[in-house]
């Protein structure tokens, strides 16, 4: 190893799979979360984008500010920059597909070596298998196809005259992937047509729409029945996933006449035929739509979850986020720990809570023996999963996972009253148990030594039942402030924005400042926040209940 590779940072070359979010992999989820830049593909989908550390840097190939493709060698020269400015830094190079599958990863980790970048390599499922599997054909089938090519429809011979044409083309659509005018795809295409011809398994083409009247005339030519049957996928795996059958003969009229787009792979074989059987992906009420979804917090709403299933692309913006505390302030906990020796409960309601204390409780040099002895409480079974995480089980954990009951709880048991069904204590096991533990009343006589770990916003509700109680804030909430570019990208393009709040409208109108918003379908929870929404220009769809059932309904009442 040369002198400083080891300061450098590290370079992982990344998958994301063909489009759905659930085919990434676990791999490529854990390196994104801890990235400091990535630096990504168009057409990496806002779904994936969104599972990145959200303080990475963000870097978009694919298209720069002047709207030009960045150059494949400028690529290879930002990555070793990045790995140089990043001393020990973790730099995600995300691709779509697999990065060695016409990814061209191996030139940029060609160009890491040259440089001396340490980088790995997180495979991904490419687009030739995984998008024919979504729409139900298997690539190899006993009996039908005893092997399977993936070929090129494109070769990237000359980038200067490649760079040159994509700026002529359709951005969104044609970007990093069909590159190639159907007039000159004899000069660029110096595929061996006779030996593909010959080939009796599956044939699989990517980026060859723009090419394949002329790949389909040529395979012809070179004696491939004209009846073999074809199948274009475009956006395969996605929501707006859509298959067109054809065969050899048929398949230039083909794509004219039902337009078929980029990105799409084009499969040929016996195999094809199955899709008419085994397509299993189904068309939902709200597929080939994009939402965005304002979010108060940054705990899963729920309501993303459930326009995902029904077929959604949704765009998750949380309108808030949590930062650590400045130790010390007052009001917030100590910077040094000597403290806790005045308290007998800690009491957690939230997992941010568990979260930042542990953090800082960390940083100043201590560990959770500083907790040993005290009694644990945590106001519902998310946080107390959390707490188990950082291996402390609770003793209090109210039923109705409120900051009522659990003030309810404590109390009950200051009180030393009977304590009602609706509370739990836990026995030594960590089995939950319902109703009264009288000794343990005992062990809290003392109201004043119980301590509350909250976030600055968190209401009084445990400070009125509990007023002798300490509480210190362990984390803040702010508002965001700013979306990140391709955050803004995915609004601006999106179908319609779902409101669940007169504050999240006005947030959103605060943070996003896009003018292409005005007159944009909204989904409105309620009257109030419809007439938010109506106030910032917004056309508007409102449930008949405030309640995410009664939106949820609505969406897709209006799209079916
Ligand atoms: N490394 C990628 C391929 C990059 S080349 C992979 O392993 O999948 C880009 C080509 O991949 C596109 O032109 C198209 O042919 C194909 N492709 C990628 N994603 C696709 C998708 N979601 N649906 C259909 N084709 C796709």
Redesign the pocket.
């Known amino acids: 190893m040369k002198e400083n590779s080891g300061k450098k940072g590290k370079v992982y070359l990344i998958?994301a799979g063909?489009?759905d979010p659930g085919l990434l992999t676990l791999r490529g989820k854990s390196v994104l979360e801890k990235a400091d830049v990535v630096v990504y593909d168009r057409?990496v989908s806002p779904a994936i984008l969104g599972f990145c550390n959200p303080k990475a840097r963000m870097v978009d190939v694919g298209k720069m500010p002047t709207h030009h493709k960045v150059k494949q060698s400028e690529i290879n020269k930002l990555l070793v920059q990045f790995a140089e400015e990043y001393p020990e830094g973790v730099i995600a190079r995300l691709?779509?597909?697999?990065?060695f599958?016409?990814?061209r990863g191996g030139e940029e980790a060609l160009e890491l070596v040259a440089a001396d970048v340490e980088f790995e390599v997180v495979p991904?499922i490419?687009?030739?298998i995984s998008?024919p599997a979504y729409a139900g054909i298997p690539v190899s089938h006993r009996g039908i196809a005893t092997s399977f090519h993936i070929i090129?429809?494109h070769e990237r011979s000359d980038e200067r005259t490649l760079a040159g044409s994509l700026q002529t083309r359709d951005e969104r659509a044609c970007q990093?992937?069909?590159p190639a005018e159907m007039s000159c795809a004899s000069d660029r295409l110096s595929l061996d047509f006779e030996a593909i011809a010959r080939c009796p398994g599956t044939l699989i083409?990517?980026?060859?729409?723009a090419n394949m009247d002329f790949i389909a005339r040529r395979l012809m030519e070179c004696g491939k029945d004209p009846k073999t049957p074809l199948a274009f996928?475009?956006?395969?795996?996605?929501p707006y996933?859509r298959t067109v059958m054809a065969t050899l003969q048929t398949a230039g009229e083909t794509i004219i006449r039902e337009n078929v787009t980029?990105?799409?792979?084009t499969i040929m074989g016996g195999v094809v035929e199955l899709g008419k059987t085994l397509a299993w992906k189904k068309n939902l009420p709200l597929s080939g739509k994009r939402l965005v979804v304002t979010r108060a917090a940054k705990q899963a709403s729920g309501i993303s979850a459930r326009l995902t299933a029904l077929g959604a692309e949704v765009i998750e913006t949380p309108m808030i986020e949590t930062k650590d505390v400045f130790p010390g302030l007052p009001g917030n906990l100590p910077a040094n720990f000597d403290d806790l020796k005045n308290f007998d409960l800690l009491a957690f309601t939230s997992t941010n809570g568990v979260e930042s204390f542990f953090k800082q409780l960390l940083a100043s040099g201590r560990d959770i023996r500083e907790l040993a002895g005290k009694k644990i409480a945590s106001v519902g079974k998310i946080t107390e999963k959390k707490l188990l995480e950082y291996g402390i089980r609770c003793d209090y954990v109210p039923e109705d996972h409120t900051g009522e009951g659990l003030g309810m709880l404590l109390r009950s048991i200051l009180d030393e009253r009977t304590l009602v069904n609706s509370l739990q204590t836990r026995d030594e096991s960590g089995v939950a148990l319902s109703g009264t533990r009288s000794a343990e009343s005992k062990d809290l006589l003392d109201e004043s030594r119980i301590l509350l770990l909250q976030g600055n916003l968190a209401d009084d509700t445990l400070l009125k039942f509990l007023p002798k109680a300490t509480r210190w804030v362990v984390y803040e909430t702010l508002p965001v402030t700013e979306l990140p570019e391709w955050k803004r990208e995915a609004v601006a393009s999106a179908d319609a924005i779902v409101f669940a709040s007169t504050s999240a409208v006005e947030n959103f109108v605060q943070i996003s400042r896009l003018s292409s918003l005005v007159s944009r379908l909204s989904f409105c929870i309620g009257r109030m926040t419809e007439a938010a929404a109506k106030s910032h220009g917004f056309e508007t769809v409102t449930s008949d209940e405030t309640t995410m059932d009664s939106l949820v309904k609505k969406i897709v009442e209006y799209y079916t």
Do not use: C, N, R, Y
Request: glycine share 24%; hydrophobic share 40%; aromatic share 8%.
């Open positions: 998958g063909p489009g057409l691709k779509g597909g697999d990065p599958v016409f990814g991904g490419t687009s030739a998008v090129t429809g990093v992937f069909e083409f990517l980026m060859g729409i996928i475009e956006k395969g795996t996605t996933q980029a990105p799409a792979i």
